[in-house]
């Protein structure tokens, strides 16, 4: 596998010829070093903690059926609660080394927080992307970072919603921890914006399943684009690189 | 204007000893988690501050917050706290009744302007110019604000004047609007709860009067010193809650063995309140130990929070009231459905040769 530099948007081999499988630039490019080292560890180590978050929440909402024995023998909820803790300490301190790395990361690592929403181009890439998930394009277009699909889907509902789930874990975190905790000084503003703790309860329950939402749809996408579309996903994400299954223009 | 008394030659005419004067100042050291050595510093600041009149207005309301204070644990707090306050105006309290107590409350306004404390009971409904609560002829809202025009601060009794409480619950006919919303040009001391506990009234009022200044308040204005902490922070049945040992049903085994309340909708986790530590009638009991989850009353909102069996809010933006779990399971196996059906079509589609894209595949 090369290492070639894809950006070439015009590339000087292009030779568009006039019909049929001849219809279409002819350009090698096979691979590309998309997401660095940090990013995919970043990646799987929020993987572990959300799916920890959600199973651990889950319980802390609903809990299981009651231990028999003593109270002293027993910590079940003690347990799951502490988990819950440091899951949730884990996936923040790792999403603001996430952020940091959208700064000294290369440019795919921009893509999960900065929307082109001023390039017009993104929005007709973005209805094409969305044309291909209905069946009515026949190819989807190439993409070396995120399709505008994907990467409207992960700013909307990974980011707000990691950032939602962080915040108000915090505040409920700061009531338990005591009124002059740095958990509470920091996020306790919180509780009376949304009404009382128990909206706060609430609120945070509901994200959990916005999270939910994400993870089915991104799970579903990944394993179909991988099949499907015209670049690697998975591996990409493990491995880092990008490869393309044809040589097609994009 | 007169010698104005101090508490103390207040509490001697009301024919309070000196021995019972040097008890109340220890028993308020101790309500107030102070130290023993805070105890001639109470006697000498009582000994020689001028009284601070307090002024008890009672707006749209059901007196229970009233009624819990005269039932303070200890009978001398009580004696003399209510000795220093009825004399001024409160017109479930006092002796005064009709014109005679409007004009015993202007008189203290006039009086002791800037110096005296205003409490309020209840609140005002704003709705026909304030007419649904009319008192001395006149709509509440218009007495309690020239009332507070004057004070040097005002103490908003229960969850009524803290937070509205029922008569402000959904839809609010009358435009129930809690003190703060009302009066906000002044320190306003928030003591919420439905009603609150005695000791945290006469905790409150008693630190106010002694120390003259207010007492510290959290970033919704309750008093640290008895609203720092949720019911489930100290609440005896803690233990079971960390275990994983719940009451299931009402009537069960575990009921009996009084375990944790959280699975039948314990607000204790939410409600930040003394309950489960200065607990209730002379520190009897309080209704986590009589076997009933806590309510919330002390909560902003309570009655509009659902159900009082439910932890979380029951959503009804769906027409059907729902909790979070029912429309999350719900959007998810919807979105679980809409998956499997591209998941199939993509794969009919790729199948029947539609898509040429991995033919050709080069990496
Ligand atoms: C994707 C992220 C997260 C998910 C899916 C999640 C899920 C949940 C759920 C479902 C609950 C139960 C709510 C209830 O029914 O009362 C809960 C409670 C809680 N979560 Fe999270 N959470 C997440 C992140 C966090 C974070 C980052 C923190 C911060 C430390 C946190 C702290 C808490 C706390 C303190 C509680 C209340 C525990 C209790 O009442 O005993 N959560 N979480
Ligand atoms: C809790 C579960 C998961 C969460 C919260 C999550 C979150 C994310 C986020 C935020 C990104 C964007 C990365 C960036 O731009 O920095 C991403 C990318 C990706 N994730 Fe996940 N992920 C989860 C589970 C998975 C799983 C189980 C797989 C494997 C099947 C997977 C495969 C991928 C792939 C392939 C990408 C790259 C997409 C692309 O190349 O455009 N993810 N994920
Ligand atoms: S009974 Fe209520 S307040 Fe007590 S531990 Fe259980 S949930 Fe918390
Ligand atoms: S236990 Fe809860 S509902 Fe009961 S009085 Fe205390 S705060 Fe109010």
């Known amino acids: 596998m090369s290492e070639q530099s894809v950006k070439a948007e015009q590339p000087a081999a292009t030779v568009p010829a006039a019909e049929g499988d001849s219809d279409m630039l002819v350009r090698r490019q096979t691979a590309v070093y998309v997401y660095e080292a940090p990013l995919r560890l970043w990646h799987w180590i929020t993987v572990a903690c959300i799916t920890v978050l959600c199973i651990t929440g889950y319980f802390i909402g609903s809990p299981l059926p009651t231990m028999p024995g003593e109270a002293s023998d027993n910590f079940l909820m003690g347990y799951i609660r502490f988990a819950h803790f440091a899951a949730g300490y884990i996936v923040t301190i790792a999403f603001i080394g996430r952020i940091y790395w959208a700064f000294v990361g290369n440019s795919h690592a921009r893509e999960l927080f900065i929307l082109p929403i001023t390039k017009k181009s993104w929005y007709k890439e973005l209805w094409h992307e969305m044309r291909w998930y209905m069946f009515l394009e026949k190819t989807p277009k190439k993409y070396i970072g995120h399709n505008p699909m994907g990467q409207s889907a992960m700013f909307v509902f990974f980011v707000l919603g990691l950032t939602f789930m962080i915040f108000t874990g915090f505040a409920l975190y700061g009531e338990g921890l005591g009124y002059d905790s740095w958990a509470s000084q920091m996020f306790g503003w919180i509780i009376p914006l949304m009404g009382q703790s128990q909206d706060v309860h609430t609120w945070h329950h509901l994200g959990m399943w916005y999270i939910i939402l994400f993870i089915m749809s991104h799970i579903y996408v990944a394993v179909r684009e991988d099949i499907m579309s015209r670049q690697s996903l998975i591996s990409t994400m493990v491995g880092g690189w990008r490869m393309f299954k044809d040589d097609r223009p994009d | ?257 009084g375990y944790c309340l959280y699975k039948v909708g314990c607000k204790g986790p939410t409600t930040y309140n003394a309950c489960s530590t200065v607990r209730w009638n002379e520190g009897t009991s309080f209704p986590i130990q009589a076997g009933h989850g806590c309510i919330g009353c002390s909560e902003d909102g309570f009655w509009d929070k659902g159900s009082f069996y439910n932890r979380l809010t029951d959503i009804h933006q769906f027409g059907i009231e729902k909790n979070a779990d029912e429309i999350g399971t719900a959007v998810a196996g919807g979105v679980g459905a809409a998956i499997a059906a591209h998941a199939a079509v993509s794969a009919i589609k790729r199948l029947s040769g539609n898509n040429e894209n991995s033919e050709d595949t080069s990496a």
């Open chain 2, 1 to 257: 204007m007169s010698h104005i008394e101090t508490f103390y030659e207040v509490m001697r005419r009301q024919g309070i000893t000196r021995r019972s004067f040097m008890k109340y100042c220890s028993l308020t050291a101790a309500a107030l988690g102070l130290s023993p050595a805070f105890v001639p510093q109470i006697a000498n600041a009582m000994e020689n501050k001028p009284r601070t009149p307090v002024l008890w207005l009672h707006g749209l309301e059901c007196t229970c917050c009233s009624e819990s204070f005269i039932r303070s644990a200890h009978p001398l707090v009580k004696d003399v706290v209510l000795s220093m306050l009825s004399l001024d105006y409160d017109d479930t309290l006092m002796a005064a009744a009709g014109h005679q107590a409007e004009e015993a409350l202007e008189d203290t306004i006039e009086k002791y302007k800037g110096e005296y404390i205003l409490a309020v009971e209840g609140n005002p409904p704003l709705n026909e110019d304030g007419m649904f609560c009319i008192i001395g002829g006149k709509p509440f809202v218009d007495q309690l604000k020239h009332a507070a025009k004057h004070a040097k601060a005002v103490i908003a009794w229960g969850s009524c004047a803290s937070w509205g409480c029922v008569q402000a619950a959904r839809p609010n006919p009358t435009q129930a609007t809690p003190i703060h919303k009302v009066i906000t040009d002044k320190p306003i001391i928030k003591v919420p709860g439905c009603p609150p506990i005695a000791e945290v009234m006469t905790g409150v009022i008693t630190y106010m009067l002694t120390f003259g200044k207010l007492p510290e308040l959290d970033r919704q204005g309750r008093p640290k010193m008895f609203y720092g902490q949720r019911i489930h922070d100290k609440c005896y049945r803690r233990p079971h809650f960390d275990a994983g040992q719940f009451v299931e049903e009402w009537d069960d085994e575990f009921a009996r063995k």
